[in-house]
């Protein structure tokens, strides 16, 4: 497929038919819409994003002070991570506002991958939701975290994590709420082997 790479800053990105390619990005109201692939290996950034594409895939940053809406077919969130020397988000889908992620038909894969808001944080899945850590000696993170309520919605969900309960930089792995944690299976089983499921309060449906 062919792809585009955009620099742009104080305006929207609308895109159709190919995939689109990003290496970097400014700080304006962020509005990505193509029928193809999002591909993110750098920075994606905006005062708020919202992207609609055939598939979601970041292995960089996608990061606003405002709210983060990604809808698309899959969405691959891959072995970002949080930095072992000072704390901070190097990779990972991360923002002080309200995250919603919506797979329309397949996965919600958050494998080695960093998913933080501070606001609501809503994922919904026709397919299953991974936030595991499959490979021994991979240090990422797997780590889906809300500074208010988590509401998720999928088929099946697999938050196991046999290989530790710690990633880069000592911080943790799992799904941690401050606030209240929603979990509903839809089709499937939730399985928690080895791994961490934390809120003020949770409930788990399946």
């Known amino acids: 497929n062919d792809s585009t790479s955009l620099v742009m800053a104080g305006v929207d990105i609308e895109a159709s038919g190919n995939d689109v390619t990003f290496t970097d990005n400014g700080i304006g109201l962020l509005n990505v819409a193509t029928s193809g692939a999002v591909n993110n290996a750098g920075l994606l950034t905006g005062a708020s994003v919202t992207a609609a594409s055939g598939s979601f895939n970041n292995t960089g940053l996608v990061q606003s002070a405002g709210d983060i809406t990604i809808t698309a077919s899959s969405i691959s969130n891959l072995n970002s991570y949080i930095t072992e020397t000072n704390g901070n988000i190097a990779g990972g889908i991360n923002t002080t506002g309200k ?108």
């Open 99 to 206: 995250l919603t992620l919506n797979a329309t038909s397949g996965n919600i894969d958050n494998s080695g991958g960093v998913l933080t808001s501070s606001g609501l944080l809503t994922i919904t899945s026709t397919g299953g939701l991974i936030n595991s850590r499959p490979i021994i000696g991979n240090n990422k993170n797997s780590l889906i975290y809300g500074g208010n309520d988590i509401i998720i919605n999928a088929a099946s969900i697999d938050n196991s994590n046999p290989y530790g309960t710690t990633g880069s930089g000592n911080f943790p792995r799992g799904i941690l709420a401050a606030g209240n944690l929603g979990i509903t299976a839809t089709s499937g089983a939730v399985n928690n082997d080895s791994g961490t499921i934390s809120a003020n309060a949770v409930t788990l449906r399946s």
